[in-house]
C-alpha cells in the first residue's frame, strides 16, 4: 500500500513525524508537507505563482504552499503511482464544528478526496499547551484507517477523526460517529492601530459556547463526543451540493429570458 501524508503544520510537526513512523508499519510512505504553518488556509490551491518544492530525503519532500498544493502536487506531478490513502495530519489542535471548514489539514484530505482517493484528516484536542501521547494517536489512527479499508467510504468523503485530550490512552472509551456542532466565537474580529495610526485586525477571539439550536441530540456532536473521552469520526462529503431547495425553477427559468430580451432591446435603442 502506498500512503501518502501531509499537513498544515510544517515537516518538523511532532504530530507529523509519529504519524509517519506508525503509518510506515503499513505500506511505502510518502511525506509532502508544508514549508512553514498554513493554520487556516482550507482548501487553498496556489495559482497565481510557482511553487517552490525541495527534496529532504527519499520520499520526503517540503513544499512552499497550501496543504491543497502539497498533495496535488505529489499526485500530479512527483509520485510515480497514485497513492493507495491520504492522511492528513496529526494537526495540533482539534478541528471540529464550523472550524473543520477553514482547516488547512481538513483541506489536504479534501484534495485527495476530490482526485478519487480515500483521505482521512486527523487531529488532535490541546489542553494546557500539549495533546495526548502522539505515538498512541499516530498508533489508533492507522486502527482506524485499517478499519476504513475493510469497511471502504464512498467516493468524495473525507473521514475527519479527531482525538480528545487524555493523560492515559486507556481514557479513551472508544470511538463514535458525530456530527460537525456549530462554535460560537466572541470578539471575532479584533481591531487595534499601530503607533502611526493604522488600522490593523487580528480574526479570532474567546470561545463562548456551542450553538445547540437545530440539533436534537447534543450527545451526537462532535465537541461533545471528545468532551467524553471518545474519537470523534465525522464522514464528510466534499460534494458540495444538497437534494432539496425547490421542486420547480420554471418561473424563475421564465423570468430570466424575459429580463435577457429587456436588456437585449435596451442594447438597441438609439
Known amino acids: 500500500m502506498v500512503i501518502l501524508i501531509t499537513n498544515d503544520d510544517g515537516l518538523d510537526s511532532e504530530g507529523l513525524i509519529a504519524l509517519r513512523k506508525e503509518a510506515e508499519k503499513l505500506g511505502e510512505v510518502w511525506v509532502f508537507a508544508t514549508w512553514e504553518d498554513r493554520s487556516g488556509s482550507s482548501h487553498a490551491i496556489t495559482l497565481t505563482s510557482a511553487i517552490r518544492v525541495m527534496k529532504v530525503e527519499e520520499r520526503v519532500f517540503k513544499v512552499d504552499g497550501t496543504p491543497t498544493d502539497c498533495v496535488n502536487i505529489a499526485i500530479n506531478g512527483i509520485m510515480p503511482k497514485t497513492p493507495d490513502i491520504v492522511i492528513s495530519g496529526i494537526n495540533i489542535g482539534e478541528n471540529i464544528g464550523d472550524d473543520t471548514l477553514y482547516s488547512g489539514t481538513f483541506g489536504g484530505a479534501i484534495e ?74 466572541g470578539e471575532k474580529a479584533l481591531h487595534f492601530q499601530d503607533p502611526r495610526g493604522r488600522d490593523f485586525w487580528f480574526i479570532g477571539g474567546k470561545e463562548l459556547k456551542v450553538d445547540a439550536d437545530g440539533y436534537e441530540d447534543l450527545k451526537d456532536l462532535d465537541y461533545f463526543v471528545l468532551e467524553e473521552k471518545y474519537i470523534s469520526i465525522t464522514p464528510i462529503k466534499v460534494e458540495f451540493k444538497i437534494d432539496f431547495w425547490v421542486d420547480d425553477l420554471s418561473l424563475l427559468s421564465e423570468n430570466i429570458r424575459k429580463e435577457a430580451f429587456l436588456w437585449e432591446e435596451s442594447q438597441e435603442e438609439p
Do not use: H, Q, W
Not at 125 to 148: N, P, Q, W
Not at 156 to 179: C, D, M, Q, R, Y
Open 112 to 185: 485527495g478526496a476530490i482526485l478519487g482517493i480515500p483521505s482521512f484528516a486527523v487531529s488532535a484536542r490541546v489542553k494546557d499547551g500539549r495533546t495526548g501521547d502522539l505515538k498512541a494517536i499516530a498508533r489508533m489512527t492507522c486502527e482506524i484507517i485499517k478499519f476504513s479499508l475493510e469497511n471502504p467510504l464512498p467516493k468524495k468523503v473525507v473521514l475527519n477523526i479527531n482525538f480528545p485530550f487524555f493523560k492515559s490512552p486507556t481514557e479513551i472509551k472508544g470511538v463514535k460517529l458525530a456530527k460537525l456542532s456549530r462554535r460560537v466565537y
